[in-house]
């Protein structure tokens, strides 16, 4: 397997943020056309999570002008699914012409991995669970900005759409709450 010339860009970057090197697997579509490429990094950003991240969504065009993106996100290691839900994100972005951007909902995707979730959707937003990264990288003439999924209940979602991504993350920040326990309650 031989990630793409972007995701091999884009690789240091989550090296440098995890610290260990990644386990990198490739995630196709049911298709067998499509594919992604997902690193994961165990205990990262804490002991019991396991990070993943995008490499090679950025090899598409998503409608951002000089922008290309890289998906990344955390979740408790009993729940195996975690690269999958990105690569669905990822397909959905590519594939389907999901919204990319910060603030942007990809609906559902936890339920392909789990019967009636509490959390069944997906918010993007800016990273904020590692300290230092991912930073947007800027090659060969384009901008290589990452973005966070974080699960997010029915309610929430509702919440975001109608007063913004920023009301909602405020909330989770306020309520000190936990956004990597899959069963968390919902802020909204």
């Known amino acids: 397997m031989s990630i793409s010339d ?29 594919f992604v490429d997902v690193a994961t990094c165990r205990n990262s950003p ?69 019967s009636s979730p509490p959390l069944p959707h997906v918010l993007l937003v800016d990273p904020f669970l590692w300290d230092d990264g991912p930073h947007t990288l800027n090659l060969e003439g384009i901008a290589l900005a990452w973005l966070m999924a974080v699960p997010v209940s029915e309610s929430e979602r509702r919440f975001a759409e109608e007063r913004g991504a920023d009301a909602l993350t405020s909330r989770f920040e306020d309520q000190s709450m936990d956004i990597l326990d899959l069963y968390r309650p919902a802020v909204a």
Do not use: Q
């Not at 969504?57 to 951002?64: E, F, I, R, V, Y």
């Open 6 to 34: 972007r995701g091999k860009l884009a690789a240091p970057e989550l090296m440098r943020t995890w610290g260990p090197k990644p386990e990198v697997f490739r995630h196709w579509d049911e298709d067998k056309r499509n």
């Open 46 to 114: 804490v002991e019991g999570v396991t990070a993943a991240g995008t490499l090679g969504l950025s090899d598409h065009k998503l409608g951002l002008r000089g922008v290309r993106v890289e998906l990344i996100g955390a979740f408790p290691r009993e729940f195996a699914d975690g690269a999958n839900v990105l690569a669905t994100c990822a397909f959905n972005a590519f594939k389907d012409s999901y919204p990319v951007h910060p603030g942007a909902i990809h609906l559902g995707v936890l339920s392909l991995y789990r």
